[in-house]
C-alpha cells in the first residue's frame, strides 16, 4: 500500500465523510447551559417572594388569634376574672364552662388571660408608640444636623444600649413605683436608641440625595426639608422596627410583672399570672402553659408579620 492510499481526503471527497466530520467535531463541543444569571436572580426573587408571603400570612394568623379575643374579652360570655370560689379551684382545662380550666382560687384562666392581655397590650402599643417617636425625632435630627447634637444623642445610645436592660427597667420601677404610666415610659425609654439609631443611618443617607441639594437651592428651611421631604422617606423602615419591638414590649412587661414589678393587682398581666401559677407547676401544668403559650403566640406572630414585611421584595417603578 502506497502513502497515497492513506493520505487525507482531497477537496474533492465524498460529502457525506465531511459532514461527518462535521457533526462529530460539533457533538464535542459543550452545548451552552440553559441556566443563565437573570433566570437565577428570579428565581431567588422568587424564592423571597414566596417567603415574605408566608410569614405575613402566618404572622397575621397567629396574632389575630390572640388580639381579636382579647379585643372581644368585655363582650364574650366569660366569668369575672377576678371572682373566686374554692370549691373549682385549680379544675383542668376543657372542664365545662371553664375551657382553660382555673387557678389555685377557683377564678377562670381564660378569662384573666384575656383580660389581663388587655392590659399587656396596651402598655406594649403605647410604649412602642412613644419609642417611636422619641426614636424618630432623635436620630432624625442627630442624623440631619450633625455636629454636636449628633454627638450628644450617638453617645446617649450608645450609653443606654451597654447598660443590663432588664436590671435598668427594675430600678426605675423601684424609684418611681409599678404604676401603668410608669413601666409604659420605662420600657419606651429602653427601646427607643434602636429605632434612633436606625433613624440616623438612614437620614445621614437621604441627606447627601439630590433632591435635599434641590431643596436647599430653593431656599427651603432646613427644619422644613427635614419634616417634610426626609423623614416621609425613612418612616417606613422606621415603622417597620417599631413593630418588631412590639413583640419585645410585651415580653419586657410581663418579665416585669413576673418579678413582682408589673401593674399591682387587681391588674391581672400575663406575667403575673404565670408568676402566681409557678408554685403548682408540677400539679396545676395549665397554670403557666397556657399563658406561656398565649404569649408565645403573640410574640411569633408580630416578629414573623414584621420579617415579613421587611423581607418583601420592592416593587419597580414604572420606567425605571
Known amino acids: 500500500m502506497s502513502l497515497s492510499d492513506t493520505a487525507t481526503p482531497s477537496a474533492g471527497s465524498s460529502p457525506g465523510i465531511s459532514s461527518g466530520l462535521q457533526t462529530e467535531t460539533s457533538a464535542r463541543k459543550p452545548s451552552p447551559s440553559a441556566v443563565t444569571k437573570e433566570l437565577i436572580a428570579k428565581a431567588a426573587a422568587t424564592r423571597r417572594r414566596i417567603s415574605s408571603r408566608l410569614k405575613i400570612r402566618v404572622g397575621i394568623v397567629c396574632t389575630l388569634l390572640v388580639v381579636i379575643p382579647i379585643m372581644l374579652a368585655g363582650f364574650l360570655p366569660l366569668p369575672d376574672p377576678n371572682h373566686?370560689?374554692?370549691?373549682?379551684?385549680?379544675?383542668?382545662?376543657?372542664?365545662?364552662?371553664?375551657?382553660?380550666?382555673?387557678?389555685?382560687?377557683?377564678?377562670?384562666?381564660?378569662?384573666?388571660?384575656?383580660?389581663?392581655?388587655?392590659?399587656?397590650?396596651?402598655?406594649?402599643?403605647?410604649?412602642?408608640?412613644?419609642?417611636?417617636?422619641?426614636?424618630?425625632?432623635?436620630?432624625?435630627?442627630?442624623?440631619?444636623?450633625?455636629?454636636?447634637?449628633?454627638?450628644?444623642?450617638?453617645?446617649?445610645?450608645e450609653a443606654q444600649m451597654s447598660l443590663p436592660l432588664l436590671m435598668m427597667l427594675l430600678l426605675v420601677v423601684a424609684l418611681f413605683g409599678a404604676s401603668i404610666p410608669v413601666i409604659t415610659f420605662v420600657i419606651a425609654i429602653a427601646q427607643w436608641p434602636e429605632v434612633a439609631r436606625?433613624?440616623?443611618?438612614?437620614?445621614?443617607?437621604?441627606?447627601?440625595?439630590?433632591?435635599?441639594?434641590?431643596?436647599?437651592?430653593?431656599?427651603?428651611?432646613?427644619?422644613?426639608?427635614?419634616?417634610?421631604?426626609?423623614?416621609?422617606?425613612?418612616?417606613?423602615?422606621?415603622?417597620?422596627?417599631?413593630?418588631?419591638?412590639?413583640?419585645?414590649?410585651?415580653?419586657?412587661?410581663?418579665?416585669?410583672?413576673?418579678?413582682?414589678?408589673?401593674?399591682?393587682r387587681p391588674f391581672a398581666t400575663w406575667g403575673r399570672i404565670i408568676s402566681d401559677g409557678q408554685d403548682y407547676i408540677t400539679t396545676a401544668w395549665w397554670l403557666v402553659t397556657l399563658p406561656g403559650l398565649v404569649i408565645v403566640l403573640m410574640v411569633v406572630g408580630v416578629n414573623l408579620f414584621g420579617d415579613g414585611l421587611r423581607d418583601r421584595p420592592r416593587r419597580k417603578k414604572k420606567g425605571a
Open 84 to 157: 373566686q370560689d374554692l370549691a373549682q379551684r385549680l379544675l383542668p382545662p376543657l372542664t365545662e364552662g371553664h375551657l382553660f380550666g382555673t387557678d389555685q382560687l377557683g377564678r377562670d384562666l381564660l378569662s384573666r388571660v384575656l383580660h389581663g392581655g388587655q392590659v399587656s397590650l396596651t402598655i406594649g402599643v403605647l410604649a412602642v408608640v412613644v419609642s417611636g417617636v422619641l426614636g424618630v425625632i432623635a436620630g432624625a435630627a442627630a442624623g440631619y444636623f450633625g455636629g454636636r447634637l449628633d454627638t450628644v444623642v450617638s453617645r446617649l445610645i
Open 198 to 264: 436606625l433613624t440616623r443611618s438612614m437620614v445621614l443617607v437621604e441627606r447627601e440625595k439630590p433632591y435635599v441639594s434641590a431643596a436647599r437651592i430653593l431656599g427651603l428651611h432646613r427644619v422644613q426639608i427635614l419634616i417634610q421631604h426626609i423623614i416621609p422617606n425613612v418612616i417606613k423602615q422606621a415603622t417597620l422596627v417599631v413593630l418588631l419591638l412590639l413583640a419585645q414590649a410585651v415580653l419586657l412587661e410581663s418579665a416585669l410583672s413576673f418579678l413582682g414589678a408589673g401593674p399591682q
